[in-house]
Each structure stands twice: as C-alpha cells, then as structure tokens.
C-alpha cells in the first residue's frame, strides 16, 4: 500500500537525498517544503499520510510549524527530523504531539522504521529519547491558570530557551551580554517553578508563549 508523504527541509540536497533513499519503498512523496510556512501550506493541501519534518528551518521553524499542522491536522503523524541531538527540541516536539524525532546521522532502516510506525498510527519514540525528557513532560504544570510575573525580556527570554538556543545564541539574537542572558536564566528557572531549560520549554509550550 502507498503511503504519501510530505518532506520538510530547508536544504535541497538533503530533500533529494531523502527521495532517493526512499525510492522503491512504499513511500510516495507528494509533496516538498523548504520553510516552515511552506511546510503547513503543503501539508494542509496536500492531505497526506504522514510528514517528515526538519525541525530548523527559515520563517518558522519546524517545530512552530509541528504545532501549526497539529492545530489543523491533529491526528496527522508528524515525524520530526533533525541534525541536532537537543532534549529542548526533543521535549517540545513530543509535548506538541510528533509521532518521534530521528537524527539525520541515523541509518537508512532506522528513518524507514520510525516512519512506517508512524504511518501506522504508532509511536516511533525510542526509549532513550523518552527517557532523556519524561523529567520534563512530567513536570506540574506549575501555575497554569496562576499569572507569573515574568517581565518583558524574561520573556523573550524564555522564548529563545524554547526554540533550543544556547546562553551565547540568546545574547546575539537579543544583543544582551552573555552575563545578562544567565541572570534572566536563572529568574526565569525560579520564578515558574522549573529546574532546568528543557522544563523550562515544556512549560513556555504549554503555556501558548511561542
């Protein structure tokens, strides 16, 4: 049985040499993406059976575009697809409901593995990944419905912490010093009740600040 797919990459050799390693298998892809904007038009036109889906990419990112697709979409599997091996990013894509996150390093049988079980309906999250962010999944939804007083660069702050970015690629994004960026870090860690960044980004995503 055919399986149509959409493939989400802002790199175009890394889009043709996915096609080609899926060539004669039973994946069908009916559609290309090279931004995150382009990822959900595809997708929502395109009705297939399954995406895979670059997690950074220009205009939005892959994981702002997971969430897009998901609030159209829900019950689309959505395979993430990434170069970088990031418990914030692991976190956030399993909170916003991607069937698994493969990293581009793995082999040919490992990506034809997790998207046949998520084209199945299953999850292709491996134990390791699950394990590396189940602290942070489980965390309380510290103050959902209570305000936290977090002030304007706090969070903006916070956002950056959300999309993955390091102390030192949130001191150039927002040109602060590196110093400044740990301060916030660590107000922002105290003030909504959370020991660490990937905490931290489950909880931005839960609370809707992307």
Request: hydrophobic share 40%; with cysteine; net charge neutral.
């Amino acid at each position: 049985m055919t399986v149509r797919l959409v493939i989400a990459d802002d790199h175009e050799v890394v889009r043709a040499g996915l096609k080609s390693l899926l060539a004669d298998t039973e994946f069908e892809v009916v559609g290309e993406a090279e931004t995150g904007e382009q990822a959900v038009r595809t997708t929502l036109d395109r009705e297939p059976d399954v995406v895979l889906l670059d997690v950074r990419m220009v205009d939005c990112d892959g994981l702002t575009a997971l969430e897009k697709i998901k609030n159209h979409m829900p019950d689309l599997p959505v395979l993430m697809l990434s170069a970088y091996d990031n418990p914030t990013y692991i976190a956030r894509a399993s909170a916003l409901g991607a069937s698994g996150y493969v990293l581009k390093n793995r082999d040919r049988k490992t990506l034809l593995t997790a998207l046949r079980k998520a084209a199945a309906g299953q999850s292709a999250w491996s134990r390791d990944d699950l394990r590396r962010v189940t602290g942070a999944l489980a965390t309380p939804r510290v103050g959902q419905e209570i305000e936290v007083p977090l002030t304007q660069r706090e969070s903006e702050v916070l956002r950056q912490i959300a999309l993955g970015l390091t102390n030192k690629e949130i001191a150039q994004a927002l040109q602060i010093s590196y110093e400044t960026v740990k301060e916030h870090v660590q107000h922002i860690l105290r003030k909504i009740g959370v020991s660490d960044r990937t905490q931290a980004a489950v909880w931005a995503v839960r609370r809707g600040l992307l």
